[in-house]
């Protein structure tokens, strides 16, 4: 099953809050799920944004990230490139949901990267983008109860009080491994049983 996470999905993972048990939970199966230059920039900046509100230490910091890199080496996050079409369905998906739904740039920017990679879900803490995605066909509804908060949200959220005991990372490392929408409906997808999510 080929997901397509959010950046806040990684940052759960990695660094305890609130969803971080959720995120645990849906990696159970060991799911495919895609990597882009665009989550590690945002996974940087996240990072940056927890040692600035002092959530986090710089060490800290580093030892989640070497985490995040070594799943990477192992194959436990299937990374690839940015398909070059993604800006022109990015400004599609703006021009034809962004009057109803008011998403943003990274909104479009992530939902249009899902649909180029033929990404059978979409995985999010952010409502806007669960909407946009869901207007596309993306599945995302056995994920909405979990995923209802946005990764601006997550990273301006208050977290766990780290200076009595550092950060307990994810326990997944060193494991190998609307009008018409721009994707129809999958026959699965147009049953009342919830949609398959393998192509």
Known sequence: MSIYADTSFFVSLY???????????RMASR????????????????LSQHIFRKEISALEARQAHRELERDCATGLWLEVVLPESVWEVCAELARRHGPKLGIR??????????????AAAFWT??????????????????????????????????????????????????????SASLRPPSPAQTQTAPPRCHR
């Not at 660094?15 to 939970?25: F, G, I, K, V």
Request: aromatic content about 6%; some cysteine.
């Open 15 to 25: 660094l305890p809050d609130r969803h971080s048990a959720q995120t645990e939970q």
């Open 31 to 46: 799911p495919e799920v895609w990597f882009t230059p665009l989550h590690r920039a945002e996974w940087m900046h996240a």
């Open 105 to 118: 740039t990274l909104d479009s920017l992530h939902v249009a990267t899902a649909l180029e990679l033929g």
């Open 125 to 178: 803490f952010d409502e806007r983008q669960a909407n946009l995605a869901e207007s596309e066909n993306l599945q995302t509804r056995c994920q909405r109860r979990f995923f209802c908060l946005g990764t601006a949200a997550l990273i301006a959220s208050p977290a766990t009080d780290s200076s009595s005991a550092p950060p307990q990372t994810h326990r997944l490392s060193a494991t190998p491994p609307a």
